[in-house]
Every structure is written in structure tokens, then in C-alpha cells.
């Protein structure tokens, strides 16, 4: 009832999957010469890339090397204007920096207006990751990888009275596959630290010393953990959507649950508001909309319906339905409007709509080529579970856990116990790795935090003791559900991105963005307003659609990832 990476649920990988696809086809990576320069040579079109060698262990120089995958949306300024690199990192653990700059590279940099000719916009894959060698794999083949996520589905810890039981085996006998297929012994150095070492040595590679960084959920760990090694080489840190740095190596992660059931309420208060012409699963008041989703949720679990659509087949049952649920708080704007159709047509006995959701794409064999090639599942798992303190909880253990975290939000199934099981199996540790404390009583700049009001995974409350925790950093708020400020177009948020990554400008202690759009699809802006925006905001509302647009979908389909 785990996956190979197991329930992890962060999910802010921004990427089109089918353009990542289509990124493996159209550039070879692999003949790519490492170089510990950046030798870049054209791709994508209007991108760079390179590979840079980097060590493996920076404490050891007769352990080998990693190339890491660099790409760039190269700036078009004078020597003299040129301000260098914004590092960029997707979440994950284990999203592709490369795949994310080639689908919304253009949008981001967009949004930095008139002045982000003076900045490279890189990605980059860390170590263990997509394009970046070598990579993470605990099986030997795609064909193996495919069979054991038919074996082993993403299940919900409430589907059955054995399912904790049987997630915690599973978690056991991954962390025993991947400790025996790790002969090159690389897992261990794939940890949080190591990236944070990387982004430093990509950055003097540029010519800088000081860091320019925008990181998004897991990226929030990884840019605290660099503020906290490095204090010193902080030029610019944005975290957006900020994740608990502390309770991710302390391997507890109940906090992150804190606003998931806002999420939810977020729903039902917004079904109510758009009505029955916007939202199919309306009723007059939230709560006959919750008890409306009870009764499915009941009536579900009782009888699954079976779903069969060119696209893919499966079974809309109890885990898939939760699962949707939890897909949409991540990304409202874009997807409350297609639960709401799926969850009346589900009622009807019609689970197309809601599979659609979650749906992963069919897997198909390359019989010429049967070999695994970019498993970013498995190097999920190796960065989690070697960054966190060893857990060793038994089934009792683990059961208890998760009955604790259930009582801080009813996604608990999902989050905070499913990723506690994932790491109860795990083996391979590299002692001298970085465990905290993430903090720092002075970085040589300021850190800007960013979060929501309902973020279903990276709460109010982590980001507020992220701040504590990097005296004189500063937070916004965005007033919008959602996890990320990238899930709501906010003219006002991008605002105060570009002031502080061009002139260091930090917001005011409270200040609290509104959102220029609405859920369930209703337009934020009267066509009056739109006409009296300036050209460079409505680039801006375009850029954002494009990125906003972008996660939905793929998100909704990596509820199994963190992100």
C-alpha cells in the first residue's frame, strides 16, 4: 500500500510532465561532457545548459563525483548591469529544476519585469535527481519500477484495519531493496546539506559569492538549511510555501497538517459562494455541502465504481476519493471547479471526472531500450529519509503516531503518519550530515518567507517559526488557499518578489496580499479593471495563469510525492 516513494505528499514539482518528456527527447544530457566549469552549449531552443562536477563528499576528495544538470534563461545585460544567477528549486525532494525552467522559465523571469536582463534564471537537477548522474534507483529497469507500483498502490491509512500494517512492511522491504541495489554507495550523499553545498559552488562558479535563491516547499528546507550553514553567503533567499525545516529532520512533520482542513472549509465556503450555475456540487450552506461529502465518502467506500476511459482505467474508491480531495486543496483555482463536477457525477455512479484527478499515465514498455531512466520517485525517498534522524518505530509505534497526527487534521492519512511509515524501513545514513539547527542569528541579508492562508501542507505556524528562528527575516501572507503563493495570481505578491529580489525592499510586519482571481473560476477582475491595468500587469496575470496552470494538473498527479 506504499509507493516507491512511498505517500509523500509536498507536491510543488511545477512541471508539465509531457514537456518533461519531451525535454529527455529533444536534448541528450548524456553527451554532455562534466566539466567542474560551466561549459554551456545552447538547448531547449532560447535556454543553456551544462553539466558540473561537483564531489560527492566535500569532506572527502577520493570520493567520487556527481554531474549535475544546470540550465539557465541566460539575462541580456552589460557586464557592468549584470547581477548574476537566481538559483531556482521546484520541491520535491526530487523535482527537476531543468524541467521546471524549461516549461515556466519564461513566465518567471517575467515576472522579475524590466529589470531581469540583469539575472541568469537557473534550474538545476540536485544530485540523484532526473538528468543529474548518478541517479538514485532502487530498481533496475522501468518494467520493475512499473511493477511495483502495481503491487504496491498509494493507499489511504484509513482504507482498511490493515493498512498501516501493510505500509510499514512495504517501507521495510523498500529500504532493504534500495540499501542492496546502492552499489555505487551514492544515497547516502544525496542529502538536503550536500545540495545546499552545490547551490554554493554553482553560485562562485558564476563569479558571486552570495547566494540568490527562490525555493518552493521542500526548496524551503533547502534554502533555510543553506541560510543556516552559510549565513554569511545570503544575498537574496525567497521561501514560498515554507515548510518546518526542524520537524522535516526531526523526521515529525504533524505541523505541516496545521491549515489542511482550512483548505476544505475553503471548498465548501466557496461552493456556497459561487453557486450552483459554477460550483455542480452545491448546497445552500457548508455544512450540508461537508455532510453532501460524507455521504459520498460512505456510499464510496461501500461500493467503488469502476472507471474505463481511453486515457486509462481504475477504480474510484475510497483511497482514490481522498486522494482527489487532497489534490484539490493543494491547487484550488485550478481544480476545485473539475472536484466539484466529480465528486456530483460520482454520486451519479460516473468516476471519469474524478479519476482524471489523480490519474497517472500508463506506463509503456520501450522493449529496445528497457532500462530506468530518471526515477525521481526513488530519490525522493533517499533525500527525505537519509536527511531525517533514524526512525526505528515498530507497528505500534508508527500506529500511535499516526493516531496523533490524526488529530491535527483528517489528511493525516496522507501526510504527516503516511511519510513517518515510508522512513520506518529506511538504512543507509551518512553519519556527519547536517541535522539542524536550522537557524541563524544573523545572515548577511534579510530571508523573505511567503505563505498562505490555507496551505494544506506548509502552515502559517512553520513559516512564522521559520522566522524566529533567522531573526530579522520577513513574512507575507497571501490571503488564498492553496499550497504555494504559485497556486493564485496576486499582483500584489509578485509586487513585493521584485522588490526584493532588485532593491532588498521587505515587507512590512502583517501585510497580507489579496488574490486577482476567485475560486470556482469566477473572474477576480470586472472587464473595467482589466482595462485600466498597465501592459506590464497584465503580462504579469498572463505569466502567472501559465505557472498557476501548469501545477494543477501536474500536481494533482503526484500526490504521492512531496513537493
Known amino acids: 500500500?506504499?509507493?516507491?516513494?512511498?505517500?509523500?505528499?509536498?507536491?510543488?514539482?511545477?512541471?508539465?510532465?509531457?514537456?518533461?518528456?519531451?525535454?529527455?527527447?529533444?536534448?541528450?544530457?548524456?553527451?554532455?561532457?562534466?566539466?567542474?566549469?560551466?561549459?554551456?552549449?545552447?538547448?531547449?531552443?532560447?535556454?543553456?545548459?551544462?553539466?558540473?562536477?561537483?564531489?560527492?563528499?566535500?569532506?572527502?576528495?577520493?570520493?567520487s563525483t556527481a554531474a549535475l544538470a544546470v540550465i539557465r534563461l541566460p539575462g541580456n545585460a552589460s557586464d557592468e548591469q549584470y547581477k548574476g544567477p537566481i538559483l531556482f528549486n521546484p520541491g520535491g525532494p526530487g523535482g527537476s529544476g531543468v524541467d521546471t525552467v524549461?516549461?515556466?522559465?519564461?513566465?518567471?523571469?517575467?515576472?522579475?519585469?524590466?529589470?531581469?536582463?540583469?539575472y541568469d534564471f537557473v534550474g538545476f537537477d540536485p544530485r540523484g535527481v532526473r538528468y543529474s548522474t548518478p541517479i538514485a534507483s532502487f530498481f533496475a529497469t522501468d518494467v520493475e519500477r512499473a511493477l511495483w507500483n502495481a503491487g504496491a498502490p498509494l493507499t489511504s491509512l484509513n482504507q482498511s484495519s490493515d493498512a498501516i500494517t501493510h505500509a510499514w512492511g512495504q517501507a521495510h522491504l523498500l529500504g532493504a531493496l534500495a540499501a542492496q541495489r546502492d552499489a555505487s554507495q551514492i544515497l547516502k550523499y544525496l542529502t538536503t546539506d550536500n545540495v545546499a553545498r552545490d547551490m554554493l559552488l554553482i553560485t562562485q562558479k558564476f563569479g558571486?559569492?552570495?547566494?540568490?535563491?527562490?525555493?518552493?516547499?521542500?526548496?524551503?528546507?533547502?534554502?533555510?538549511?543553506?541560510?543556516?550553514?552559510?549565513?554569511?553567503?545570503?544575498?537574496?533567499?525567497?521561501?514560498?510555501?515554507?515548510?518546518?525545516?526542524?520537524?522535516?529532520?526531526?523526521?515529525n512533520l504533524t505541523i505541516e497538517a496545521t491549515d489542511t482542513d482550512k483548505g476544505l472549509q475553503a471548498f465548501f465556503d466557496g461552493c456556497v459562494a459561487a453557486g450552483p450555475e459554477l460550483c455542480a456540487f452545491y448546497k445552500p450552506t457548508a455544512a450540508e455541502i461537508a455532510d453532501r461529502l460524507t455521504a459520498l465518502t460512505a456510499s464510496i467506500r461501500e461500493q467503488p465504481v469502476p472507471v474505463l476511459t481511453p486515457a486509462g482505467y481504475g477504480v474510484v474508491d475510497f483511497s482514490l476519493l481522498r486522494r482527489s480531495l487532497f489534490a484539490a486543496l493543494d491547487s484550488p483555482f485550478t481544480l476545485f471547479s473539475t472536484l466539484a463536477r466529480g465528486l456530483a457525477a460520482l454520486e451519479n455512479g460516473d468516476g471519469d471526472t474524478l479519476y482524471s484527478i489523480v490519474q497517472q499515465p500508463q506506463f509503456q514498455c520501450d522493449c529496445s531500450n528497457n532500462t530506468a531512466f530518471s526515477p525521481i520517485d526513488d530519490s525522493t525517498v533517499a533525500i527525505e529519509c537519509g536527511d531525517a534522524v533514524e526512525v526505528t518505530d515498530s507497528i505500534e509505534e508508527v500506529t500511535e503516531f499516526y493516531q496523533n497526527a490524526a488529530?491535527?487534521?483528517?489528511?493525516?492519512?496522507?501526510?504527516?503518519?503516511?511519510?513517518?511509515?515510508?522512513?520506518?524501513?529506511?538504512?543507509?545514513?551518512?553519519?556527519d550530515r547536517f541535522k539542524g539547527p536550522v537557524a541563524a542569528a544573523n545572515t548577511s541579508f534579510p530571508l523573505m518567507l511567503v505563505t498562505t492562508t490555507a496551505d494544506p501542507v506548509a502552515p502559517k505556524a512553520a513559516a512564522l517559526n521559520t522566522q524566529a528562528r533567522f531573526p530579522g527575516s520577513a513574512l507575507l501572507t497571501q490571503d488564498s488557499p492553496g499550497h504555494t503563493s504559485t497556486r493564485a495570481p496576486s499582483l500584489c505578491t509578485i509586487g513585493y518578489f521584485r522588490q526584493y529580489f532588485l532593491n532588498g525592499t521587505l515587507p512590512a510586519p502583517g501585510t497580507v496580499c489579496p488574490v486577482d482571481a476567485t475560486l470556482f473560476g469566477v473572474p477576480g477582475n470586472s472587464t473595467s479593471k482589466r482595462n485600466t491595468m498597465s501592459a506590464d500587469e497584465q503580462e504579469l496575470l498572463a505569466a502567472m495563469k501559465v505557472i498557476a496552470d501548469s501545477v494543477g494538473p501536474a500536481i494533482a498527479r503526484k500526490t504521492k510525492n512531496w513537493n
Open 1 to 63: 500500500m506504499i509507493s516507491p516513494t512511498g505517500p509523500f505528499i509536498l507536491s510543488a514539482i511545477l512541471l508539465y510532465p509531457i514537456l518533461a518528456a519531451r525535454a529527455a527527447d529533444t536534448f541528450p544530457w548524456d553527451q554532455l561532457t562534466p566539466s567542474p566549469n560551466l561549459n554551456w552549449v545552447q538547448c531547449y531552443s532560447i535556454f543553456q545548459c551544462t553539466r558540473l562536477e561537483v564531489p560527492l563528499d566535500y569532506s572527502d576528495p577520493n570520493v
Open 102 to 118: 524549461v516549461a515556466n522559465g519564461a513566465s518567471f523571469q517575467a515576472i522579475l519585469g524590466s529589470q531581469a536582463n540583469q
Open 208 to 251: 558571486f559569492e552570495k547566494l540568490k535563491y527562490y525555493g518552493v516547499s521542500y526548496g524551503t528546507v533547502l534554502g533555510a538549511t543553506f541560510a543556516a550553514m552559510f549565513p554569511d553567503k545570503v544575498e537574496r533567499i525567497l521561501l514560498d510555501g515554507v515548510v518546518d525545516a526542524e520537524a522535516w529532520f526531526s523526521a
Open 407 to 431: 488529530r491535527t487534521s483528517q489528511f493525516a492519512e496522507f501526510l504527516v503518519g503516511a511519510t513517518r511509515v515510508s522512513c520506518s524501513g529506511w538504512q543507509v545514513y551518512r553519519e
